[in-house]
Each structure stands twice: as structure tokens, then as C-alpha cells.
């Protein structure tokens, strides 16, 4: 099946490339999960209807007949799925807060100072990464930086109080969730509401798809959180080397934001990525740039388990209508060290930046 589906979109080269360095069940290997459905090749109208499955048709697309063709496949996905190896968070673990806001001159949850242990949760700001394959690849040579106290993390009109303040660096948020006492108004939620903001998808000569807002957006702001499959370690590492080998872009993360504290605590500090290969949602066409208008926040909120955040991009400033939007793939972290760690040189892909900003580190990873 595969090898014919591969033939059908060009992919001949890359397939026999694939097959000399890796003599395995070829089937087997490729996409596993895959069914022959998934792989049928978008047209410009089945593109546009993936598209609009995001909610209230905030999503659109904006295509040019001189446009190469569409994603090869691409299912939109407006929640994650989960493998069938991951178990989704169980929300009985969850810890709520226990603000009624029956007061109306007290401030509610997420206000400075309102006692919410939500809001007031503690967060450490630390970058979270593209993945990097290869066993505890991704601890090497990372500091602890000094815990940050968020007093609330978005502000009473919903806004992400790190991101107003234009920090590069991705930030830890709480939200309250189905266990709090408070209600869904409450403005300690933001994420968990799903995306409030248009966008146009479009087609960049040097980066390919990408995502443009179609409207205003002031700092601060919720504009989508990254969706995909959510798959183990392992399985995130089996496709790396696939997508690598089949010369495709990658569209995996790491849940990996509170991975100190979890090994601190003798526990795994990754269990799950998310992989926006071929099921994703608009936060897929986000490219990267070094001077990124999005800030990435490492958010909780069905999961009382670090290793189940979510991944969500919030505007680092106000950005006009027409902008691309982009965020730092390095998590706002200076340097671009190649920390490939043991990978064959045959798996160490560069990729170039094209963001044209005057700090641009020239490499995305
Ligand atoms: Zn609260
Ligand atoms: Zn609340
Ligand atoms: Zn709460």
C-alpha cells in the first residue's frame, strides 16, 4: 500500500533513499497509523473544508492558482487525539480551586493577588523544544532558570500578562478547570475556550504554507494552541526518522515543559509528543522567526499531569491584520546548538531561516 501511495505522489527517489538505508518492513514503518484515507491528496476545495472545520470559520484559506499544490494530507483536528497507546488525562486527578466569586467586589480567579491556586500556581519559565531525538538529548546543558511567581497569569480581560510584556521565552499557565468551584466566565480560562481570533492560510514562496491574521491582534492575546496526534516517545522518535528519511517537515513536539521537575521527582521527564504531520490544526502553518509576534505557553488545564500540557500561542504584541503569524521554534533559548546528540549524519537536517528580522540566528534548528 504505502510504497504505491508514495509512488502516486513522486515520492519514488525519496522511497528507494529510504529503503537503502533501512531495509526493514517498509509497511510497517511508514506512518503506521495511516489509512490509506488520510493519504488522499488535497485539492484547493478539500483543503479550504479542512480548513473550516476550525470553529465559527475563523479559519480560511487563500489560494492562487500559481500555488504549488496543498498539503498532501492534512486531517484539521480542533482537540487532540490521542493514540491508542496514550491514556488521555483522567480529569479525577484534577485539583480545582475553590473561588465561588459569589462576592462581587472580590476579585475573581486570575485577577493579581485574588488567592485562586490556579492562578497563583507556581510555573517555571523554561523553554520547551522541537524534538530532539535521541535518549535524554533534550537535558543536556540546560540550566534551571530561576522559578518565576506568576501573581495570575492572564490579566481580567483574558490576556496573558507574559505575553503583553513581550517575554521571548515560554511560560508555564494553570488554567482552572472542570474540577474549579468557579464558573466558565471565570478569566482564569482562555485556552480551554478555543480560538477567538481570524486567520487566512496562504502560501509563502520561502516557507511555504503559513498563517496570516486576519484581523487585529492586541498583545497579549490567545490566538490557537498546537493540535495533533499525541503520541509516546518512542513513537515520536520512530516518525522523526521516517518524516527525516522521507524528506517531510516535522510537526513534533515535545511535552516536554516540566520535564526537570518531573525527573526531579524520579519520574520521566517526557512521555508524549504531539504530531501535527498529517492530523493538526491552524497552529501547524505557524512558522518559525527569530523575532516572533507569538509567544508559546506550556498550558494546563485537563491534566493535573505536567506531562499532559498543551502547547498554545499567545500575540508577544499587537500585530496588524496581514501579519504572518510566527513563534521562536527554540522556545526564545539564544543559541542554536546542534544537540543532535547520537543521530547518523544522515538524520541531522539544518534548516535555514528566511524570517528576514535583524536578530535572525540564521538556522532554525
Ligand atoms: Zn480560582
Ligand atoms: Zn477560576
Ligand atoms: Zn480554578
Known amino acids: 500500500m504505502h510504497p504505491h501511495i508514495l509512488r502516486q505522489f513522486g515520492y519514488e527517489d525519496l522511497l528507494l533513499q529510504f529503503c537503502a538505508v533501512n531495509p526493514g518492513p517498509t509497511a510497517d514503518l511508514i506512518l503506521p497509523t495511516l489509512k490509506p484515507s488520510d493519504l488522499v491528496p488535497h485539492t484547493y476545495e478539500s483543503f479550504a473544508n479542512e480548513l473550516a472545520q476550525e470553529r465559527n470559520n475563523l479559519v480560511t484559506l487563500d489560494a492562487k492558482p500559481t500555488d504549488p499544490f496543498p498539503p498532501r494530507c492534512l486531517t484539521y483536528v480542533t482537540d487532540f487525539l ?47 523544544s522541537t524534538y530532539k531525538p535521541g535518549p535524554k538529548s ?31 521565552r515560554t511560560v508555564g499557565v494553570a488554567e482552572c478547570a472542570a474540577q474549579c468551584m468557579c464558573p466558565p466566565q471565570c478569566t482564569n480560562r482562555v485556552v480551554q475556550h478555543g480560538v477567538q481570533v481570524r486567520m487566512v492560510v496562504r502560501y509563502d514562496k520561502y516557507k ?23 503520541v509516546t516517545v ?80 499567545f500575540a508577544r504584541r499587537d500585530i496588524k491584520r496581514g501579519e504572518e503569524l510566527c513563534f521562536d521554534y527554540q522556545g526564545g533559548r539564544e543559541e542554536t546548538g546542534d544537540d543532535a546528540g547520537s543521530l547518523p549524519e544522515f538524520e541531522r537536517l539544518r534548516f535555514e531561516c528566511h524570517c528576514g528580522s535583524a536578530n535572525c540566528r540564521k538556522v532554525i534548528f
Open 82 to 128: 490521542y493514540a491508542a497507546d496514550v491514556s488521555p488525562p483522567d480529569p479525577a486527578f484534577l485539583l480545582g480551586c475553590s473561588c465561588t466569586n459569589e462576592d462581587p467586589a472580590a476579585p475573581a480567579c486570575g485577577t493579581p493577588n485574588s488567592g485562586c491556586s490556579c492562578a497563583e500556581r507556581v510555573t517555571h519559565d523554561q523553554p520547551t
Open 234 to 313: 518512542d513513537e515520536a522518535h520512530a516518525r522523526t526518522l521516517t518524516y527525516n528519511r522521507l524528506g517531510y517537515s516535522t510537526y513534533l513536539y515535545d511535552m516536554d515543559f516540566w520535564a526537570n521537575e518531573m525527573e526531579d521527582m524520579g519520574l520521566p521527564g517526557i512521555k508524549f509528543a504531539i504530531d501535527a504531520q498529517f492530523k493538526g490544526n491552524v497552529a501547524r502553518f505557524f512558522n518559525h522567526s527569530c523575532d516572533a509576534n507569538l509567544l508559546a505557553a506550556a498550558v494546563l488545564y485537563d491534566a493535573a499531569e505536567p506531562h499532559h500540557h498543551r502547547l498554545a500561542f
Open 208 to 230: 511555504g504554507w503559513a498563517a496570516i491574521a486576519d484581523q487585529d491582534v492586541i498583545a497579549g492575546t490567545f490566538v490557537a494552541q498546537y493540535l495533533g496526534e499525541v
Open 138 to 168: 533534550r537535558a543536556k546543558g540546560r540550566k534551571r532558570p530561576p522559578a518565576a511567581l506568576h501573581s495570575g497569569h492572564y490579566n481580567e480581560e483574558r490576556r496573558l500578562i507574559a505575553a503583553k510584556r513581550g517575554d521571548r
